[in-house]
């Protein structure tokens, strides 16, 4: 399987059609995955945490002051205890493991899979962010690289800015502001020159910060699915480009 970087999206991205569609071709041409297993930027916890395998615990409803149908949105999506037990035993031995039995899915992992696979019967395990260091989500990622030969479809669930405390103009279709264009454009750099150390060190070298994440934690499930790929220093395809609220939703998929 591969692995996929993806810039989520508020809830309601799910009603731009240009991000859907693009969002449905890209799932297209991914073999079925047996299982999916999200990191996403909505959940940090220490130590590694996963979170809940029944379908049964409600999702994670995690933003405020939208309209009710977004409240509404259910993702049944089986639940994945097999993955759990997998993802715990390659952990290493002496290093904590927690689970959170009342954590369900949030809206970086249920809103894209409403669109990647909607009919949810593939089983879904979402677990946290246990740091936000990049070279310590490499090693994450390193340790879940060999789900992908059992059929489990990695997906780091971001967005490649975020600055949302500076943006102007919330519309959908709000011309981007410099800053995000910039670091947009230094992203799209750095991957086709498979530049992981220019990545790992985003903070300090790229364009457009710290407007474009004035908190780290949407760029930071990349290094996870950086980690899991073959090679960490490819050129990955960049499957989605392009902005949503001046924000961009580069997103890209690794071998």
């Known amino acids: 399987m591969p692995v996929l970087y993806l810039s989520h999206g508020a809830p309601p991205l ?25 990191v996403s930027a ?29 409240y509404d949105v259910r993702y049944d ?15 290493p031995s002496g290093e904590p493991v927690a689970h959170d039995p009342d954590r369900r ?11 990647m696979y909607p009919v949810a019967t593939i089983p879904v395990l979402q677990i946290s962010l246990p740091t936000l260091d990049p070279q310590r989500l490499l090693q994450l990622g ?52 498979g530049d992981l150390d220019a990545l790992i060190d985003f903070r300090h070298k790229a364009p457009g910060m710290p407007y474009a994440h004035p908190t780290i934690e949407h760029f930071s499930p990349l290094f996870v699915a950086l980690g899991a790929s073959a090679d960490p220093e490819q050129a990955p395809r960049q499957v989605i480009d392009g902005y949503w609220m001046g924000l961009a939703k580069r997103s890209i998929e690794l071998v």
């Open 142 to 193: 390193e340790r879940l690289r060999t789900l992908r030969e059992q059929g489990v479809l990695l997906i780091g669930s971001g967005f490649t800015t975020h600055g949302l405390p500076f943006l102007d103009d919330p519309s959908p279709d709000a011309t981007p502001p410099g800053w995000s264009v910039e670091f947009d454009r230094w992203a799209a750099e750095r991957f086709a020159a």
């Open 14 to 38: 799910v009603d731009d059609d240009l991000w859907v569609s693009q969002l449905k071709a890209w799932v297209a041409d991914i073999p079925v995955p047996e299982a999916i297993l999200v």
């Open 77 to 91: 999506a089986p639940g994945a205890p097999e993955l759990a037990a997998a993802v715990a035993a390659l952990m």
């Open 42 to 70: 909505h959940w940090e916890s220490a130590p590694l945490t996963i979170g809940s395998t029944t379908a049964d615990t409600p999702l994670t409803y995690d933003f405020w002051g939208f309209p009710q149908h977004y």
């Open 105 to 115: 899915l949030d809206h970086g992992a249920y809103v894209p899979l409403t669109v």
